[in-house]
């Protein structure tokens, strides 16, 4: 670090989060009502109010019981607004024929649901409102890092604003095309499944349903996720091709072929509301931390999104990140420190690639040749029947 530099600067922060998205507003406001002074950097601007009866956004989450309690912890849950979320209470998941499935009752693990689906804005909206109450942090929008300089006792981190800031950690929440992984020099495994997602919000001829349902097929999973009203989020996995002559289609057209190739079991959809699509990748970066740097959220990891559990992987590592480096300042102890970096690390690495392996042998199992499929159905099937399997697959997936 440039000495002439670092003597400019008086004004040491504890930490800096680069990246307001989920992850990044949820490290800053626990670390924030820790005490700790804290700035957020953000590249967009800040979250905008959402009216409780606005139209729903595409991108949505399961949040699962542990993240849900990290957003109460730091004081966020109280934001989101009823009107906008959606808890669900069983999780269907089945093959292609439907005849071999596996479900998932919250009752039967003594819970009164596994989570709830909230928009993605919504989530990020309620932590920003928290944040407004905490003094100590101070927000930058609009901006980003250009410089990445760090020292033996803090970080320098200098904003495309030209602003200078100096941290004892930066944390990098900047997502999965992470600036500040690029500059600290972290390099990433990429995937590509050669897959696209199409994501439909549909307006639905039955009431609201409590139920997470998914259907793996050959060409990908199909899902239906439950929102308030009478209203869902499709989930239709294909091929490049085939999701771009689907995304083609006109409303009504569309409507109709989803009633065609969704179960109508289901029940009928009275409109197609809005959709888009996105490229199912992974990608996952090598190393977590660097001298007073981590990574949490997708600037560590996107995971295929078929199970939807990349937030609330994201927000695990938030919640492990928060409590060491609480811990340290409230002992006093250097909170961007090697040892609590690699702490860090070393706890959540080995659930990231857990979960990417999950995700991976779900994805190959499902969309592979005929055998595989079947035993991948057969597995369904038996898992259905075993209690014991079941509650720990769903402890492990709830976050308990
Ligand atoms: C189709 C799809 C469905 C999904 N469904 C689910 C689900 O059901 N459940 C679930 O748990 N997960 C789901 N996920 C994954 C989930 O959306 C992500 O894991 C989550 O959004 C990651 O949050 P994040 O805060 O780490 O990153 P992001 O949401 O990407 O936020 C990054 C933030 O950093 C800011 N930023 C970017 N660059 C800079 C910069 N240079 N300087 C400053 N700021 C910057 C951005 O503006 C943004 O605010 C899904 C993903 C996809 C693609």
């Keep these: 670090m440039d000495d002439a530099m670092d003597d400019a600067m008086d004004d040491t922060l504890d930490a800096i989060i680069v990246g307001g998205g989920m992850v990044g507003a949820a490290v800053a406001a626990a670390l924030g009502q820790a005490g700790m002074a804290v700035a957020l950097v953000e590249g967009d601007g800040p979250p905008e109010a959402i009216a409780d009866d606005a139209p729903f956004d595409l991108?949505?989450?399961?949040?699962?019981?542990?993240?849900?309690?990290?957003?109460?912890?730091?004081?966020?849950?109280?934001?989101?607004?009823?009107?906008?979320?959606?808890?669900?209470?069983?999780?269907?998941?089945?093959?292609?024929?439907?005849?071999?499935?596996?479900?998932?009752?919250?009752?039967?693990?003594?819970?009164?649901?596994?989570?709830?689906?909230?928009?993605?804005?919504?989530?990020?909206?309620?932590?920003?409102?928290?944040?407004?109450?905490?003094?100590?942090?101070?927000?930058?929008?609009?901006?980003?890092?250009?410089?990445?300089?760090?020292?033996?006792?803090?970080?320098?981190?200098?904003?495309?604003?030209?602003?200078?800031?100096?941290?004892?950690?930066?944390?990098?929440?900047?997502?999965?095309?992470?600036?500040?992984?690029?500059?600290?020099?972290?390099?990433?495994?990429?995937?590509?499944?050669?897959?696209?997602?199409?994501?439909?919000?549909?307006?639905?001829?039955?009431?609201?349903?409590?139920?997470?349902?998914?259907?793996?097929?050959?060409?990908?999973?199909?899902?239906?996720?439950?929102?308030?009203?009478?209203?869902?989020?499709?989930?239709?996995?294909?091929?490049?091709?085939?999701?771009?002559?689907?995304?083609?289609?006109?409303?009504?057209?569309?409507?109709?072929?989803?009633?065609?190739?969704?179960?109508?079991?289901?029940?009928?959809?009275?409109?197609?509301?809005?959709?888009?699509?996105?490229?199912?990748?992974?990608?996952?970066?090598?190393?977590?931390?660097r001298p007073r740097l981590a990574l949490v959220g997708d600037a560590a990891h996107v995971i295929n999104p078929l199970a939807g559990q990349g937030l609330n992987l994201g927000l695990q590592d938030a919640a492990d990140l928060t409590e060491r480096v609480t811990a340290a300042f409230w002992e006093s102890q250097d909170i961007g420190g090697q040892s609590l970096l690699a702490g860090y690390a070393r706890a959540r690495r080995p659930q990231t690639l857990a979960m990417i392996a999950a995700m991976s042998t779900l994805h190959h199992v499902f969309t592979g040749a005929a055998p595989l499929r079947q035993a991948g159905a057969a597995g369904l099937a038996v898992a259905d029947r075993l209690d014991a399997a079941k509650r720990q697959v769903m402890r492990r997936a709830l976050g308990l």
């Design 59 to 289: 991108r949505i989450s399961s949040l699962n019981l542990a993240s849900q309690q990290l957003l109460e912890e730091v004081g966020a849950w109280p934001f989101i607004p009823e009107a906008r979320r959606c808890p669900f209470r069983h999780i269907e998941a089945s093959d292609e024929t439907e005849r071999r499935h596996v479900h998932f009752g919250a009752a039967d693990l003594e819970l009164p649901d596994f989570g709830h689906f909230v928009e993605n804005r919504v989530i990020r909206r309620a932590l920003w409102q928290r944040l407004a109450e905490l003094p100590n942090v101070t927000t930058h929008c609009h901006t980003g890092p250009v410089a990445w300089l760090p020292g033996s006792h803090r970080t320098l981190l200098e904003l495309d604003n030209g602003r200078l800031l100096a941290a004892r950690l930066v944390v990098g929440a900047d997502g999965a095309g992470s600036r500040i992984r690029e500059l600290a020099g972290i390099a990433t495994r990429d995937e590509d499944y050669g897959l696209r997602a199409l994501i439909i919000n549909v307006r639905t001829c039955l009431p609201q349903q409590d139920v997470s349902w998914q259907r793996f097929t050959p060409d990908g999973p199909q899902a239906m996720l439950p929102l308030p009203g009478q209203h869902a989020s499709l989930v239709w996995y294909g091929s490049p091709e085939d999701t771009a002559e689907r995304e083609a289609l006109d409303h009504e057209a569309l409507r109709q072929a989803i009633e065609q190739a969704f179960p109508q079991r289901l029940g009928g959809l009275e409109a197609v509301l809005g959709r888009a699509s996105f490229a199912i990748r992974g990608r996952h970066a090598e190393r977590y931390v």
